[in-house]
């Protein structure tokens, strides 16, 4: 994505399928901070809460909204963090 597409006034929020580092959203972060838009929001469908991009994003300040956590992957078998729903 170029940041010739963004215009200040736009109100972007970035949906994804999975998170794990957090480098991809920070990458389009970066791209929003230089054309002058806000970036509003990040919906993930599936979080790797066992890898940093989570805690990253959060701890950025970035509003996260995930559907789904997954704690951890074990001999095959992946395993859900259980939260309460956010609604």
Same mark, same amino acid.
């Given at each position: %994505?170029?940041?010739?597409?963004?215009?200040?006034? !736009? *109100?972007?929020?970035?949906? &994804? !399928?999975? =998170? /794990?580092?957090g480098? @991809?959203? =920070?990458? =389009?972060? &970066?791209l929003?901070?230089? /054309?002058? /838009? +806000?970036?509003?929001?990040?919906?993930?469908?599936?979080?790797?809460?066992? +890898?940093?991009?989570? +805690?990253?994003? *959060? #701890?950025?300040?970035?509003?996260?909204?995930? =559907? @789904?956590?997954?704690?951890?992957?074990?001999?095959? #078998?992946?395993?859900? *963090?259980?939260?309460?729903? %956010?609604?």
């Amino acid at each position: %994505m170029s940041k010739d597409f963004l215009l200040s006034e !736009d *109100r972007i929020l970035i949906i &994804d !399928d999975f =998170l /794990a580092s957090g480098n @991809a959203v =920070l990458g =389009l972060k &970066d791209l929003i901070d230089q /054309a002058g /838009a +806000q970036l509003v929001g990040v919906g993930i469908a599936i979080e790797k809460g066992f +890898q940093s991009g989570g +805690q990253k994003l *959060r #701890e950025s300040g970035i509003p996260l909204c995930s =559907l @789904a956590i997954i704690s951890a992957i074990q001999n095959g #078998e992946v395993l859900f *963090r259980e939260e309460k729903a %956010m609604i």
